[in-house]
């Protein structure tokens, strides 16, 4: 479910040249994000975001780092078994049914994808544990296609700023890929994630610290403690 939100979201929406603004500005800030999951090659970042649903960047990136050095391929972790494998993720919540939805995805990347992680939508949403959310991330973060993965904090800002304002996380993807503008959108995914995570979070948003708030709808601006 989205997090809260103190204030409702705003009925209004942010212009075009708000919207260029605001991009532009994320750019200058950060023209190069990156995601903060660990990994070094599709399989492993495919692993780290199915692991990622409900548990933060940070405690996947500890438990992988412990699982990747063993067990970096399909192969591999299908070696691994079910027990074994729960235990280098057991820090991580719903451990249980994400170990097993992992071995399920491993057996089909081998019997059916040689080994290798598909590059198309319909292919990865049809792995276990593999929603629309995760294959737009790898789709995005592993190919370079500008899709949008809206999880919470995505969901959160694009209703709070008035930039894509919606009810569900696919209505906010819809309006995303249709308001951004093109040169913007295969990194938006990146900033708006980490606006949400470390400015524009969810109780308290520090809109005394955000250099994209003169761009952004909500009103009033939180002021600074």
Request: charged share 20%; proline share 8%; with cysteine.
């Amino acid at each position: 479910m989205p997090d809260p939100i103190r204030r409702q979201p705003t009925l209004h929406r942010m212009n075009t040249a708000q919207i260029d603004a605001f991009f532009a500005t994320l750019k200058a800030a950060n023209p190069n994000p990156v995601t903060e999951l660990e990994y070094t090659s599709v399989f492993e970042l495919l692993t780290a975001v199915l692991l990622s649903a409900q548990a933060t960047d940070v405690g996947v990136n500890k438990a992988t780092r412990r699982l990747f050095p063993v067990a970096n391929t399909p192969q591999k972790m299908l070696d691994l078994g079910l027990e074994e494998l729960e235990g280098y993720i057991k820090t991580i919540g719903l451990y249980h049914s994400k170990a097993k939805h992992l071995l399920q995805t491993c057996r089909i990347l081998v019997v059916q994808h040689g080994g290798e992680v598909p590059r198309t939508r319909e292919a990865l949403e049809a792995l276990p544990g593999v929603g629309r959310k995760t294959a737009n991330v790898v789709l995005n973060v592993a190919f370079g296609e500008p899709t949008m993965a809206v999880d919470t904090h995505i969901f959160r800002v694009s209703n709070r700023t008035g930039l894509a304002p919606g009810k569900t996380p696919l209505e906010v993807e819809m309006k995303l890929l249709k308001r951004i503008p093109p040169a913007f959108r295969v990194d938006a995914h990146h900033w708006l994630i980490l606006l949400g995570r470390y400015v524009c979070q969810a109780r308290k948003p520090r809109c005394w610290q955000c250099a994209v708030a003169p761009y952004c709808d909500f009103r009033p601006k939180t002021p600074a403690p």
